[in-house]
């Protein structure tokens, strides 16, 4: 097994001003790659929109990733021998449990992503609660699954979220952007405070941003290419491998789905495959690993507004 980097071992909690250093892998490992893929369908849409629940054509658009994209994902995964990261909001569940049951059944990890993709900026503690429980209920009910990962819907954790994931014992989650190196996540910044694992994310490695678009609901107008997709995540993938971190790719099954994207996605798998020393795996194994480490917790304090500088417009 391999050991944290000195300067991270011990158990106070560390400043979120020190900077997640880089981790050790398992041995033969020097890095590490998860693809990870938020089957968002209809709900994307309709927590956006919800008077688009009377509008075929978006609904269509969302349902292409459940009914044509995972299939087509699986088989991916399948003739590459890779195991990839499900991320699963509960009404998705509910409404294409076939589907999910397919990805579990096809030995991958299936996570929590809301139950609606509702936004959550904002919401208080006792709503967002409610929320992940609802989630977690129809994860179970549908697949059998009590998943140990989340992400919040456009990755907008509050600051009460971690502290509600530790209560009710995920493992970690993938919604921050503040390294690039998993480490303990200190649920209130307290020493000696319980921790979650976190595996970062960012941006530029989301297909969102490529390829979504539906008028007047999702997305900048601009449909990018998928060869300038692949080569914005092979860049990432390379440097990222340099630096002995992890990569996280963050797809949608009705963006990428697509014919001519998933071929792309699929190059770069080949490329991945082809790194040396690259650990292509879960999410839950990266964070299983993680949390085996002798890691201090960080923390992610809310940011105070200085009182002396008035003309600064505080919050409400």
Request: aromatic share 8%; with cysteine.
């Amino acid at each position: 097994m391999a050991e944290a980097n000195p300067s991270q071992r011990g158990s106070s909690t560390r400043d979120a001003t020190t900077a997640a250093g880089r981790i050790g892998w398992p041995e033969g490992f020097t890095a590490a790659a998860c693809l990870t893929f938020d089957m968002d369908a209809e709900a994307a849409v309709l927590s956006t929109d919800p008077a688009s629940v009377h509008r075929m054509s978006p609904m269509s658009h969302q349902s292409y990733g459940p009914l044509v994209g995972v299939p087509r994902i699986l088989a991916m995964l399948e003739r590459h021998g890779l195991k990839a990261t499900f991320f699963v909001p509960g009404y998705t569940a509910h409404r294409y449990p076939q589907v999910v049951r397919s990805v579990v059944e096809a030995g991958h990890e299936v996570a929590h992503h809301s139950y609606f993709h509702e936004n959550t900026v904002g919401m208080d503690a006792a709503t967002e609660a409610d929320m992940l429980d609802l989630g977690l209920k129809a994860l179970y009910e549908v697949a059998g699954v009590r998943p140990v990962g989340y992400r919040a819907p456009m990755w907008e954790l509050n600051y009460h979220t971690p502290r509600l994931l530790e209560e009710r014992g995920f493992l970690y989650d993938s919604s921050l952007m503040d390294a690039d190196h998993p480490y303990r996540l200190a649920v209130d910044g307290r020493p000696q405070a319980p921790s979650i694992v976190q595996v970062p994310v960012s941006w530029g490695l989301d297909d969102w941003e490529q390829y979504a678009f539906l008028p007047g609901l999702i997305g900048t107008g601009v449909i990018e290419s998928p060869a300038k997709a692949l080569e914005m995540w092979t860049w990432e993938l390379e440097a990222m491998h340099r630096l002995g971190a992890c990569f996280v790719l963050t797809c949608h099954p009705f963006l990428t789905g697509r014919p001519s994207r998933a071929e792309a996605l699929e190059r770069l798998i080949e490329r991945m495959k082809a790194l040396p020393g690259l650990w292509i795996t879960t999410v839950a194994e990266v964070a299983e690993h993680t949390a085996s480490l002798d890691l201090s917790p960080r923390t992610c304090p809310q940011p105070e507004l200085p009182e002396q500088a008035y003309w600064v417009p505080k919050r409400p």
